[in-house]
């Protein structure tokens, strides 16, 4: 059996149903309530662990930049998470440059490289990649699903899955219905989906999309809301809010993801200063009161 092979197969036994008689419990889809650290960004490392896991958290995205400007091994971060009682699921961010030329998009793969090996070094199952873009051509997508594979190879030696997030603003990737039809002809299991809730509604998706997915295509969610007040076309990440405190109607976002079988975070990641700065106890607790009742 090959490598492609074996990420089908793997990904084929994770969505297979079992008998009803059969089903062990853990085995109904699950939806991991997330802290991204972007959202408490400016907090002190430990400050925001304590309290993420005071406000009810077992899960935490975490956000490379941070981390490397703390100049912490991963070893140190890890031996803090494990004290803490966090379990770190997914990190952000690289851009794959899937579309530059050649030379551009080779001279940034060290640096995905560099973030596989800290994701190894946490253990992490995922990763999120983005791509932007220069001036669009029509074969660039098939270039993208190309590069995509190349990725995707690339981190499954790594034990680690890309997700691939798409930008309301891309002239490239700026929808789900796109995302998707680029993971599909890269034709590697070890590609999906991140799906932000953000990027969803601000951009061109529309919740009729979601009928199109299927089990295995979303690698991960970022999870999050805006207010009524701005007008969509206006939005920036800085008016992120924490998910039903705005206008997004994120219920078929969650039926979507248990119809497929979604097992995984929802990760909030929120960008204002009233978040970086605030305490972060109280904003962890915001946040866990917010994404509850959207767990069952």
């Known amino acids: 059996m090959d490598r492609r092979e074996w990420f089908l197969a793997t990904l084929l036994s994770a969505t297979t149903k079992l008998p009803a008689s059969a089903q ?36 935490v995205e975490l956000w490379f930049p941070k981390l490397k400007k703390l100049d912490l091994t991963p070893a140190v971060v890890a031996g803090r998470l494990r004290d803490a009682g966090l379990t770190p699921v997914c990190a952000c961010s690289c851009d794959v440059r899937l579309t530059r030329p050649q030379e551009e998009f080779d001279q940034h793969l060290p640096e995905l490289k560099a973030n596989l090996e800290w994701a190894q070094a946490f253990g992490l199952p995922r990763f ?9 051509h029509p074969d660039d997508y098939k270039l993208a699903a190309e590069r995509l594979a190349r ?7 790594y034990k680690v899955r890309v ?18 039809s680029v993971i599909r002809a890269s034709g590697h299991a070890n590609a999906g989906v991140c799906l932000d809730t953000f990027h969803f509604f601000v951009g061109s998706s529309k919740t009729e999309d979601l009928g199109e997915l299927m089990p295995g295509e979303i690698a991960h969610v970022h999870f999050h ?7 969509r076309e206006r939005l920036t990440d800085a008016d992120r809010l924490p998910p039903g405190e705005g206008s997004f109607p994120l219920n078929p976002i969650t039926a979507a993801l248990r119809r497929i079988g979604y097992r995984g975070a929802l990760s909030i990641e929120l960008f204002g200063a009233e978040f970086h700065q605030g305490d972060p ?6 946040c866990y009161r ?7």
């Open 24 to 59: 062990p419990e853990e085995a109904e889809p699950v939806l991991l309530p997330c802290m991204n650290q972007q959202t408490t960004l400016d907090a002190p490392l430990q400050a925001e662990f304590e309290a993420y896991v005071a406000a009810g958290f077992r899960h």
């Open 128 to 136: 999120v990649i983005t791509s932007s873009s220069g001036a669009i």
């Open 151 to 157: 990725v995707a190879e690339l981190a499954s030696l």
């Open 163 to 180: 997700a691939l997030e798409f930008i309301a603003s891309s002239k490239l990737f700026g929808c789900l219905p796109t995302t998707l």
């Open 225 to 231: 809301d805006a207010p009524r007040r701005v007008p």
């Open 281 to 286: 106890g109280t904003v962890a607790e915001r």
């Open 290 to 296: 917010a994404v509850r009742k959207y767990l069952s």
